[in-house]
């Protein structure tokens, strides 16, 4: 607080001395008027603007340090003595007497001037009301009431360029700065630069009116005589515009000046860098950390964590002598898996399909309750579950590549897990992420989860009964669904107590069963997901590839050459293709209908049914859909097309020849939302009682 006073003090100083040297002399008395006011809440404001400026952030490793030479007994008791600041106290006291002594003055002025207007007479003159004072020496104003002497009114005694100044004050409303300025001097009436701002506002006021009396043709050297006649040393009311004596000098002198325009400009500019010098001087800058979630490295770590460790085992074996603790420890430290992948507060590579089907677990199968994440432009979003929910999914599909997403508050039910930074890459990156895959005769490198502790011969009913829901609850929780291992595959169950009872085997083989069944176990091995098979070859090099053995090529029944095939292929995008090899003679049919063989021959089909398409497509070139031909005449016909896992991409009822090969984001990682090259499985149903045409789709992609 003190700092802040001290602050916004320099800065009106600077401003009232600016004013006193370039501005005073100078005849823009409506500028300076406006410009004292301003000061004010200029020089209240800058102290308070903060700039911030972003910083790398910075770990101290010697903040982690533990001092285990002292220790400490627990029967201590600890005892914060504070002792009390008299100066504060004393120092607020005074402040608030100088506010309340300053507030009744106020209050005082203000009565004695609402009791001179209701105990004198009163007559209205245009829009002003005068006030007549049977003892007044000099007229005052106060909002629209003018205090005159009755006398010198009555006998018309008083000049009119008298009553036009204080008609001035009235008509500008200078009242109104008055009262702010009494009221700031209230609240900082030990400042005493308060004192000499209500000084130079209340001689602007007079320059003010002044320069209206002037203006109205009046002559100078007589308003000047006027004046002198008027004015007087004796105190002035505080809340009242009055002629003083001692601002005579000054206001003759102003009278007189005449400012040029490039003066007033040159002067007026000068502001500005005064301004900025003010606002870089005397406003603070905070220092951010930038919001990054590196990976912290200490340097002693060992160190670390054996000083911990004594520490923890210190206090462990303090509080069990005392029979207040029993500690249970785990075999496994919880980290975090990211999709498969062992990360501790790392920063990952993914896709928008990657981060949209996340999917996040703990070495030691602790379920992740809840995390938070963080799009750039997007509010901070929290998830239940270990799961992005749908709203997630939807933010992320709609992110850029390079884009950085937070993951944080990853959540166990008894521990809190580092943060974890992932950047928006396209699949095909080379820094991508990927997921751990075992080969066959490999080991995983992914910890497994720790198994069920083994069952107590000698356990009760009650033990056994929570024994078995144990065991339960652990192979429910790692399930293998639609081919898909949700989680690591636990380790097999331990084998049968040989002296269980019939009921317990039973049990047993029931756990192995499942077991097995779950995770898909051959020969004592887990299997995998098989991989995806590699995309096909393209049709002009399927043509390439036969060429080269001596294959015989037909088009629509007759022979041509491995060139004309070619050029065949290159203008018929849609020629249906039939490759065969028989006794070791190969041969490939081309034809514009569909092609039924028999023993390597194309036999006619018949000529009513027409309904075929390649089942090739190159979406790589422009305006190419996927054509089927005379699907016109199956108005009610329904084309479905699945991944290579099963899932839908597409389907239309009463399908046109007008799939451009586009599919919703989550089945593609290209950001156009155009199908992903590879192989596909179409389905059309014809809606007649045929049964539906299936097969394998290749698309180019």
């Known amino acids: 607080m003190e700092l802040l006073l001290l602050k916004s003090s320099v800065c009106l100083l ?91 003055r106020f209050c005082a002025n203000l009565f004695k001037i609402v009791s001179k207007i209701r105990k004198h007479t009163k007559v ?10 049977e003892q007044l020496e000099i007229p005052h104003t106060f909002f629209n009431y003018i205090f005159l002497n009755k006398n010198k009114f009555e006998n018309n005694q008083i000049p009119p360029e008298v009553l036009l100044h204080e008609q001035t004050h009235a008509k500008q409303k200078h009242s109104l700065d008055i009262i702010f300025i009494e009221l700031l001097q209230v609240v900082f009436w030990f400042n005493p630069l308060v004192y000499w701002l209500k000084k130079e506002v209340k001689l602007n ?130 980290k975090l898996l990211v999709n498969g992948i062992a990360c501790n507060g790392c920063t990952l590579n993914l896709s928008k399909k990657g981060i949209a089907e996340l999917i996040l677990s703990t070495t030691n199968q602790e379920d992740i309750t809840n995390f938070k994440l963080k799009i750039p432009g997007i509010k901070t979003i929290f998830n239940e579950g270990n799961m992005p929910n749908n709203e997630t999914r939807q ?41 751990p895959k075992v080969k066959k ?101 399927h043509i390439a590839e036969m060429a080269k053995k001596n294959t015989t090529f037909f088009h629509n029944g007759n022979p041509i050459t491995a060139e004309e095939a070619k050029q065949v292929i290159k203008n018929n995008k849609q020629v249906n293709i039939s490759s065969h090899t028989n006794n070791g003679v190969s041969t490939v049919l081309l034809s514009n209908k569909p092609i039924e063989t028999i023993n390597g021959k194309q036999v006619k089909s018949n000529s009513n049914d027409c309904l075929s398409f390649n089942n090739t497509i190159n979406f790589k070139q422009s305006n190419t859909t996927l054509k089927i031909n005379c699907i016109e005449n199956y108005p009610n016909n329904e084309l479905k097309i699945f991944n290579r896992w099963g899932k839908m991409i597409y389907s239309k009822k009463g399908y046109n020849n007008s799939w451009n090969g586009k599919v919703d984001q989550e089945f593609t990682d290209n950001e156009d939302g155009s199908v992903t090259q590879g192989t596909y499985y179409y389905v059309l149903k014809t809606g007649t009682k045929e049964e539906p045409t299936a097969g394998p789709l290749y698309i180019i992609n």
Do not use: C
């Open 124 to 133: 209205k003159s245009s829009s002003f009301i005068n006030v007549l004072m």
């Open 395 to 435: 933010y992320v599909l709609k992110t850029k590549k390079g884009d950085i997403i937070q993951l944080f508050d990853i959540k166990t039910k008894s521990n809190k897990l580092k943060p974890v930074v992932i950047k928006v890459v396209d699949k095909n990156d080379e820094n991508y992420s990927e997921s």
């Open 205 to 334: 006021h007079e320059f003010l009116a002044d320069q209206h009396v002037i203006n109205q043709g009046v002559n100078t050297k007589t308003y000047q005589t006027i004046l002198l006649q008027f004015s007087s040393n004796q105190q002035e009311l505080a809340l009242a515009n009055a002629i003083n004596y001692s601002s005579i000098k000054k206001r003759f002198t102003l009278m007189k000046t005449q400012t040029p325009k490039r003066t007033k400009w040159t002067r007026s500019v000068l502001l500005l860098p005064l301004l900025a010098l003010l606002l870089y001087s005397f406003s603070s800058t905070k220092e951010v950390e930038k919001e990054l979630t590196p990976a912290m490295l200490f340097q002693d770590e060992k160190e670390l964590n054996t000083s911990s460790n004594n520490l923890t085992k210190q206090i462990e074996d303090d509080l069990e002598k005392i029979g207040q603790l029993k500690i249970n420890y785990l075999n496994q430290d919880t």
């Open 441 to 541: 005769g490999e080991e995983s490198s992914i910890p497994p989860p720790p198994p069920p502790p083994p069952a107590n011969p000698n356990a009760t009913p009650e033990e056994k009964a929570k024994q078995e829901k144990v065991v339960s609850e652990y192979y429910k929780n790692n399930k293998v669904v639609n081919g898909k291992v949700l989680r690591n595959p636990p380790p097999p169950p331990p084998p049968a107590n040989p002296n269980a009872t019939p009921e317990e085997k039973a049990k047993q083989e029931k756990v192995v069963s499942d077991y097995y069944k779950n995770n898909k176990v051959v020969n004592g091995k887990v299997l995998r997901n098989p991989p995806p098979p590699p995309p096909p070859a393209s049709t002009s090099e």
């Open 14 to 104: 600077a401003l009232l001395l600016f004013y006193k040297i370039a501005l005073e002399p100078l005849s823009i008395h409506k500028f300076k008027r406006v410009y004292l006011l301003v000061a004010v809440a200029v020089a209240a404001i800058i102290p308070f603007i903060t700039f911030v400026k972003y910083v790398d952030p910075t770990f101290d490793n010697s903040s982690f340090i533990f001092d285990t030479s002292a220790t400490i007994p627990l029967d201590t008791n600890f005892k914060i003595v504070e002792e009390t600041n008299y100066l504060s106290i004393i120092l607020w006291s005074i402040y608030a007497l100088g506010v309340g002594l300053f507030f009744i």
